[in-house]
């Protein structure tokens, strides 16, 4: 997992500033690995997926 940008995103919600990151993640490729990443390409990784924030793209390999 790396950072991929070079400072933190600043938004805003509620009247008050919230920072983010974007991530690159590498996800292995046993079963329990594959099965998990389908997962968080359709639900998201972390907060704020109702506003579009955990939103997750894929490349294959």
Not at 31 to 45: D, H, N, V, Y
Not at 51 to 57: A, D, Q, V
Request: proline share 2%; aromatic share 10%; glycine share 12%.
């Amino acid at each position: 997992m790396t950072y991929t940008n070079k400072k933190p995103i600043a938004f805003k919600y509620k009247g008050k500033k919230l920072i983010g990151n974007k991530f690159d993640i590498t996800v292995k490729g046993d079963e329990l690995s594959q099965t998990m990443g389908k997962i968080i390409i359709s639900t998201g990784l972390l907060e704020k997926n109702a506003l579009g924030y955990g939103c997750c793209l894929y490349r294959s390999i």
